[in-house]
């Protein structure tokens, strides 16, 4: 089983910077991508960032620019760097690692989701 530990979420004023962190544990043959997602009130779960395994990225477009996925798989950790938020940037954020437990077993993981306000 995998775990995911979320952390760096909090309140913060329109215009600012938050660096949110999610670090896997447990048994972990290979990581794949590690995505981020979030949902806001009333509305469903959506991607923001992606990181693969090869490196390559890819994020939604509301968050194009402000931003910033990266991953250190030595420490099967990722983060999102989110600069200039914004008052519709406010939800629960949610880190989502999909890989292998061994060479035959795959795996999904979510975290537990950490809360991100934005005030105006």
């Known amino acids: 089983q995998v775990q995911l530990v979320e952390s760096g979420g909090g309140l913060v004023q329109a215009g600012g910077s938050l660096r949110l962190s999610c670090a896997a544990s447990g048994t972990i043959y290979r990581i794949n991508n590690m995505d981020w997602y979030r949902q806001a009130p009333g509305k469903e779960r959506e991607l923001v960032a992606r990181t693969t395994s090869g490196g390559n990225t890819n994020y939604a477009d509301f968050v194009k620019g402000r931003f910033t996925v990266s991953r250190i798989n030595a420490k099967n950790t990722v983060y999102l760097q989110m600069n200039s938020l914004k008052p519709e940037d406010t939800a629960v954020y949610y880190c989502?690692?999909?890989?292998?437990?061994?060479?035959?077993?795959?795996?999904?993981?979510w975290g537990q989701g950490t809360q991100v306000t934005v005030s105006s």
């Open positions: 989502n690692v999909a890989g292998l437990i061994n060479t035959l077993r795959p795996f999904i993981s």
